[in-house]
């Protein structure tokens, strides 16, 4: 079999590159070793944030918040999102500061955010009770995607529109390389020849390096949420309420309210030290640790103490030391590109990432810089510090300059 480019990983970044680069022209194969969007993308709260640390991954979050919110126009199938909103909410000094830090610093990067009172905040969200003391900031851009899985279907829609080929059930056991350039890749049952392979892997990402002899520094980290039985008091255009002193988000979902939380000490768990067969699935999953930490905002969410769940899920993040997403061409194995690094927002990102990259990869338009991103700039890092680093990032998700 012979194509242009080769994705390994059929999660919503490697879906979403493939299919940008087919909108380019190139003739694309995709394969996955278990089910398109069956690990991490399937398990995605769906949220959009477009508050971000830094500029870079701000014009990302936006870029991608206005690439679902237009779906069907560039990739000619239907993605429905629901625009509600959200507030970011503070409770203590210290992260009342570092969310004002964060309002200026986004209004200077053209992102719609303001500082809202109490009324407000009560109003917009009928599940949030405001202790009146806290600072509300309103995001009107951000929205979320009810069921992760149709971001996932519609990706898979529009590549099958646009001709990528898609394989599942289909691990690559090889990156073929001649005098260190890609060629290809092999699975089980056949050889790709391929000028550009990327590696999409998601928390299996490292290991799919190594088969180029790649060293790719991202550790993968445990995220869990709940979903609360239906509630009648829940309105379904509420907003998304993260807050953020807790670590914590909140949205609406299927009647009840999603709830999800970033650990202070969270589980790393690398798939290269389990067994071959490990999936998703096999992520051990805590719902009594969540439940206490939903501890944090029962007096502003009455709802989530004690609340009846009705789904309990989770997966592995692949962290990087520096929280930034892996976006770009391995140096020093031509061909090889790499789609990961999600940090916790490789779900939403995916719609511009995936466009960047393939900018990058078929090198055909004016390519937004990628050097922030380059998979290339950790140098040598211990097994021990690129997992501290990791587990760092995750748990000041929402307060990286703490
Ligand atoms: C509970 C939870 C909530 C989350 N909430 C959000 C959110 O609200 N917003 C957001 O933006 N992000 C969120 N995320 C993060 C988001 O899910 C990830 O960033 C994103 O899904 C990563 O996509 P991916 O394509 O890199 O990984 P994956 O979806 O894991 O895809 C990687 C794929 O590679 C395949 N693969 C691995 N090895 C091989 C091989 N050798 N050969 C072939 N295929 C292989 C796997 O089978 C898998 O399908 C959440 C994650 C979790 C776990």
């Not at 699935?281 to 640790?289: A, E, K, R, S, T």
Request: glycine share 10%; charged share 20%.
């Amino acid at each position: 079999m012979e194509t242009d480019m080769a994705v390994i990983g059929a999660g919503a970044l490697g879906l979403s590159t493939a299919l940008h680069c087919a909108l380019r022209g190139r003739s694309v194969v995709v394969v996955d070793r278990a089910a398109a969007g069956s690990q991490a993308s399937g398990r995605a709260a769906g949220l959009f944030k477009s508050v971000q640390a830094d500029q870079a991954r701000t014009l990302l979050a936006r870029r991608s918040i206005e690439r679902a919110a237009r779906f069907e126009e560039w990739a000619g199938v239907p993605l429905a999102v629901r625009r509600t909103g959200s507030f970011l909410v503070a409770r203590s000094a210290k992260h009342k500061a570092f969310l004002r830090a964060e309002l200026a610093q986004s209004r200077q990067w053209g992102v719609d955010v303001r500082e809202a009172g109490t009324a407000e905040l009560a109003e917009r969200a009928s599940y949030y009770q405001p202790s009146g003391s806290e600072l509300a900031i309103w995001c009107p851009e951000d929205m979320y995607i009810e069921e992760p899985g149709s971001l996932i279907q519609a990706y898979r829609s529009a590549c099958r529109l646009h001709g990528v080929e898609i394989l599942e059930s289909e691990p690559a056991t090889a990156v073929l390389t001649s005098r260190r350039r890609v060629t290809g890749l092999e699975t089980a049952s056949r050889r790709i020849a391929a000028g550009i392979v990327v590696d999409a892997a998601g928390a299996w990402a490292r290991q799919v390096g190594e088969l180029a002899q790649a060293r790719i520094a991202v550790a993968p980290v445990r995220h869990q949420l709940f979903i609360t039985e239906p509630s009648g008091s829940i309105k379904a255009a509420d907003p998304i309420i993260r807050v953020i002193d807790a670590a914590t988000y909140l949205r609406p979902a299927r009647g009840g309210l999603m709830f999800g939380v970033f650990e202070a000490d969270p589980m790393a768990l690398d798939p290269r030290h389990q067994p071959a067969s490990f999936t998703t699935d096999d992520v051990p999953l805590d719902l009594g640790q969540l439940q206490k930490l939903a501890g944090q905002v029962t007096a502003e969410v009455p709802l989530v103490d004690g609340a009846q769940v009705a789904e309990h899920r989770g997966g592995l993040f692949t962290m990087s030391p520096d929280g930034r997403f892996l976006a770009g061409p391995v140096s020093d194995v031509p061909g090889l590109w790499v789609a990961s690094g999600c940090n916790g927002s490789g779900f939403s990102s995916s719609l511009a990432i995936g466009e960047l990259l393939a900018a990058g990869i078929t090198g055909d338009a004016a390519p937004p810089s990628l050097a922030g991103f380059s998979p290339d700039r950790f140098g040598p890092l211990t097994e021990e510090a690129l997992v501290e680093s990791g587990t760092w990032q995750y748990a000041h998700y929402y307060d990286p300059a703490d």
